[in-house]
Each structure stands twice: as C-alpha cells, then as structure tokens.
C-alpha cells in the first residue's frame, strides 16, 4: 500500500507520519491533499510532523504554512486587534480572580485570556482549543510568555475536557469567548449548557456572565447601490436573493439607527441553560425618518461592573460586524410609529421578520 491515495484512505496521521518518515516532502503534500479533502486536523497533523522531520526543507516549511494558515480562520488577527474587547476581559478577569482561583477558559485562540488570567494570579488555567494548528501556537505562545507552568493548552472541544483528567477540580471561573456576530453561531449556548456545573463549583465566577442579541431600526445609505440589476447588459436581478443578511462593520459610516435598541434574545450564560429553542417578538419605536432594514449586534455583560457592545455607530470600531437584514420595502415613519419585529432561534442560528 503506498499510493498517495491509499496511505490517506488506509491510515491515520500518525501511521502515515511512521510510514514516510524518510519522505517528509511527501508527507507535506499529502497534508495539503487532506486539507482539500476537508480533513483539518489530520492535515494539520502531518503537516507538523513534516516540518519536525526537515526544519530546514524550504518547500516543505511554504506548505506547511500554507496548511497551517488555512486552517486557522483570518479573524484571529482581527479580535487580537479589538483593543476594547481585550480590555473588557483583562479587567473582568482581574476583578474576579483571587490567589488560588482555578480557572477554565473555553476556546484559547492564541492563549490570550488564559494568559490574562494567569497574571491576574490565577493558580492554575485549563485553557482548551478544539482546532489542533491553534492549539500548538497557543502552547509555544504560552510557554514563551513565561506561563507554562500555571497553563495548560488542552487541544480538544469543552465538550471532551473531565474533571479528574483534563481538570484536577471544577474550576472557580469559567471564562469564554465564542460568540459570533449573531451571538450564537460558535454554539456559546451549548457550550455553557455542557460546561456550567459539569467543569465549574456551583458558586464559579462566568465571564460574560450574560449575552444578549440587540436589533434596532434602521437605515443603510448603501442599500439601493447594492442591488444588482444589469451587469454587460444581463438581468442578474435574481443575485438579489442572496443579499438577505448583510454583514457590516460596527462603525460603517452609511448606517444610522432610527430607534432604540431593544433585546431580542437574552442568555444568563451562568444559569447553564437550557437554552432550549425560542421565538420573540419586540415593538421597536421608530425615532422618525426613512427605515429600510433591521439592525442586529450583540451585548455582552462581563460582570457586574463591565459590558462590552458593538452598538453601531458611525466610526465605531469592533472585532464583530453587525448584520443589516433589509426590509421588503423601505418605510417613511413617524416618530413614536412602531414595527414589530418577529424573531426565533435554535442553539446556533437566528433568523427574523417584520410581522
Ligand atoms: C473567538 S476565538 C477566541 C480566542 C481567545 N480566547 C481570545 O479571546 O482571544 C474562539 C476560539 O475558541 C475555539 N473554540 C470555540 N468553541 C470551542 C469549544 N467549545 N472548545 C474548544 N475550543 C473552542 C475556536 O477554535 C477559536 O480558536
């Protein structure tokens, strides 16, 4: 057996890893192969195991990264950015945290918050991270910060994570962030209903302790430009259906809000669910003008002494967009005038309409 395709069908990363251990270039190409195929973390896997066995080998160190940096969203850099997010965390976790906190971090990205929480004082931080090639550069960023020895990376889904194995004790502080655009898409709610009392003290500190989904009225300058109609002298007007759900940035300088906010859906993170499946209904009041869509964005509450929002506004700046849903038709309204907004969600997605 040592087809290219029968090693991938036959074998683990591993085994395949053994199998051409004298052929590291071949072993990268194979994980680039897998990568195609869907296969992230077996890919992510071989790739790594290449790059042990030729450190110096240049093509394989370009197809290592080019693996690597395919399986680890661009977003990463953009949250990493987000000055006022990261100081939302810093300063819940030093709030929260005493000398002997044991605290659990649900998603390490680059080890941040757990790091965070290790020079607030913590004792110790399980920090877990389900994607593999993530997971590697949080433990190097860990251990090259000086923090190796109060933190362990854990390269696994919350899910697979026990008290006992992964976790010497139920943490005192569970700290996360996993939540979308939309608040849900990350599966945040799952996620707090598996780990809040299966890997925390009953008594444990959440941060964010609660998330909320926030819509209000609006209008998108940009709307009508959108639209597409003849494009080389074709009617590509049926493109239009795709444009649903706009995704914009916090502080896009055409959006303008033309009501209050209002919750549309709201999560006690620490009650650990269940967040069972729920539809809503909120009457936003127009401020008067021209509306031709809903806005969504999301609200965090840290503690009882931080919140963060990425409410837009024009110049705002934010690691999460917002998502502009336009209306069948623009609206003229009055000022008090309201519209009713119908919404309904599972664990992971939302969806709305205007009744
Ligand atoms: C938005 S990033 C946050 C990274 C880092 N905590 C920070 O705040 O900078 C979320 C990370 O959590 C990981 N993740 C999401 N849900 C997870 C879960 N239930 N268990 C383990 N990792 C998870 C994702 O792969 C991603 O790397």
Redesign the pocket.
């Known amino acids: 057996m040592s087809s290219s395709a029968e090693l991938l069908k036959h074998l683990s990363a591993p085994e395949i890893a053994e199998r051409l251990a004298t052929e590291p270039a071949r072993m990268a190409q194979l994980a680039k192969l897998l990568l195609s195929g869907g296969e992230m973390q077996r890919a992510v896997d071989l790739a790594n195991r290449a790059r042990e066995l030729a450190p110096d080998d240049p093509e394989v160190e370009r197809i290592v990264k080019l693996v690597l940096s395919r399986s680890v969203p661009e977003w990463h850099r953009a949250?990493?950015a987000d000055e006022v997010r990261n100081a939302a965390y810093d300063a819940a976790l030093r709030r929260a945290v005493r000398a002997g906190s044991r605290v659990l971090?649900?998603?390490?990205?680059?080890g941040?918050?757990a790091m965070m929480a290790a020079r607030a004082g913590a004792t110790t931080v399980v920090s877990?991270?389900?994607?593999r090639a993530?997971a590697g550069v949080a433990a190097e960023i860990v251990e090259h910060n000086g923090y190796a020895d109060r933190i362990s990376i854990v390269g696994k889904?919350?899910r697979q994570l026990a008290v006992g194995a992964d976790l010497a004790e139920p943490a005192d502080i569970l700290v996360s962030?996993?939540v979308t655009n939309d608040l849900l898409g990350?599966?945040v709610l799952g996620?707090m209903e598996d780990a809040v009392g299966r890997l925390t003290r009953p008594d444990a500190t959440i941060i964010p302790s609660h998330g909320a989904v926030r819509i209000a009225l609006a209008y998108y300058g940009k709307l009508a430009k959108r639209q597409l109609a003849s494009v080389q002298g074709f009617d590509l007007s049926p493109m239009n259906v795709f444009d649903g759900r706009i995704d914009l940035a916090a502080g896009n300088e055409t959006l303008e809000l033309r009501s209050e906010p209002a919750d549309l859906f709201a999560f006690d993170f620490g009650s650990g669910g269940p967040f069972d499946n729920h539809r809503a209904s909120v009457a936003l009041t127009s401020s008067g003008g021209a509306v031709n869509g809903i806005v969504q964005w999301i609200w965090l509450r840290m503690d009882a002494d931080g919140v963060y929002e990425n409410r837009p506004s024009p110049g705002a700046s934010s690691c999460w967009g917002v998502m502009f849903q336009p209306l069948p038709a623009p609206l003229e309204m009055r000022p008090g005038e309201t519209l009713t907004v119908q919404g309904a969600r599972d664990r992971t997605a939302l969806w709305m309409w205007v009744a």
């Open positions: 949250i990493l971090d649900i998603g390490a990205g680059s941040l918050l877990c991270e389900m994607n993530m889904h919350s962030e996993i990350e599966d996620c």
